[in-house]
């Protein structure tokens, strides 16, 4: 079974707007991570946020953020002020377990987003 | 310079070549990581290595030969290759994942294989 789901396969928004990138995962444990990448045009996967868990607030990374609903087991990306530099493959990935140990990370198949001039 | 470097960037071989990828971490990081990347499908974690000790083969074909000489260096032997297996292959590295750091992983740009 998929873990993490990305439904939007391509996203476009205009520039200076808001976006939102879906993420939902699935796991039974009750500690886990989640994280969101960027994937430009040049193949390198840039480390954008992080959610624990057991966090109780919203991750927030200067223009992006996290919505985080555990009860539905959502983790959504939210890019304000887009600017044309956004536009690239986003991925969401999650780790299950505990902290310690390094059980691996699983990305979801991404979303495509394209900004507007 | 970025903290996770891979070389060559781009690399096109046949199915009797014999050739290696090479990532090498100025982060400090105790875990490295390779992931295949290809198109329309999700990145796949291939080997894990932490603190130099492989913990993780996701089932790869024994074409595939990872060795990590130090927690600086990691590499990805490949021979007998099959075209199915071009795709870019990514590297990363990380602190092990414990309760003073999430662990998140840290990119190379990719090495993008091209096997015919």
């Known amino acids: 079974a998929q873990k993490i789901t990305q439904t939007q396969p391509g996203m476009f928004v205009q520039e200076k707007e808001a976006v939102t990138l879906d993420c939902t995962y699935d796991?039974?444990?009750?500690?886990?991570?989640l994280f969101w990448y960027k994937q430009p045009s040049s193949g390198e996967m840039i480390f954008l946020i992080y959610?624990?868990?057991?966090?109780?607030q919203n991750a927030t990374e200067g223009r992006y953020s996290l919505n985080f609903q555990k009860a539905r087991k959502s983790a959504n990306l939210v890019i304000s002020a887009s600017q044309l530099g956004d536009s690239a493959m986003y991925f969401c990935?999650?780790?299950?377990?505990?902290?310690?140990?390094?059980?691996?990370?699983?990305f979801g198949k991404g979303t495509r987003l394209s900004v507007i001039a | 310079e970025t903290g996770v470097t891979q070389t060559p960037r781009h690399l096109v071989m046949g199915m009797t070549n014999k050739k290696s990828l090479k990532c090498e971490q100025h982060?400090?990081?105790?875990?490295m990581y390779w992931y295949k990347q290809s198109a329309k499908k999700p990145l796949e974690l291939m080997f894990v290595?932490?603190?130099?000790?492989?913990?993780e083969n996701n089932s790869v074909p024994s074409r595939f030969s990872p060795e990590c000489p130090n927690s600086s260096h990691l590499f990805l032997h490949l021979h007998t290759l099959q075209p199915e297996d071009s795709a870019l292959y990514l590297c990363?590295?990380?602190?092990?994942?414990?309760?003073?750091?999430?662990?998140?992983?840290?990119f190379g740009e990719g090495s993008r294989l091209t096997v015919l």
């Open positions: 290595y932490n603190f130099k000790e492989q913990t």
């Open positions: 982060l400090g990081h105790n875990a």
């Open positions: 959610q624990g868990s057991y966090d109780e």
């Open positions: 990363a590295s990380s602190q092990v994942p414990g309760a003073l750091n999430t662990g998140e992983l840290f």
């Open positions: 796991t039974s444990d009750q500690s886990y991570g």
């Open positions: 990935a999650m780790r299950e377990g505990p902290g310690s140990g390094n059980t691996p990370l699983v």
